[in-house]
């Protein structure tokens, strides 16, 4: 099964910054939407930003400002600048690749801000 590969996450102190990476197989060509998910314990997973192909961005309300993603086309990577990091932000962090009918996952970064 095709994976999305993860680097970055690890702990950080309350302000600080974090930067993941995400890279596609150049097996998987065309990818409409690239984002990023993020699932606190106990809670459900959900979408912290997006990409489309063309540039256009989407950020959940509680990141808008202090998060920022990004996108290389060429090399099927996308990547999730955050700053100003909260506790609230702790959560293992996914990588998510959309083409066609097909939706790709990676298996997780570990995200911790400590306060």
């Known amino acids: 099964q095709v994976q999305l590969v993860e680097s970055g996450g690890g702990l950080v102190q309350s302000g600080g910054s974090l930067r993941l990476s995400c890279a596609a197989p150049a097996t998987i060509s065309n990818i409409g939407i690239m984002g990023w998910y993020r699932q606190a314990p106990g809670k459900q997973r959900e979408l912290v930003a997006s990409?489309?192909?063309?540039?256009?961005?989407n950020y959940d309300d509680s990141v808008r400002g202090r998060f920022s993603i990004s996108r290389d086309n060429a090399k099927n990577t996308v990547d999730l600048q955050m700053n100003r990091l909260k506790p609230e932000d702790t959560a293992v962090y996914y990588c998510n690749a959309k083409r066609v009918i097909f939706t790709y996952w990676g298996r997780g970064t570990q995200v911790t801000v400590s306060s």
């Open positions: 990409i489309t192909s063309a540039g256009i961005t």
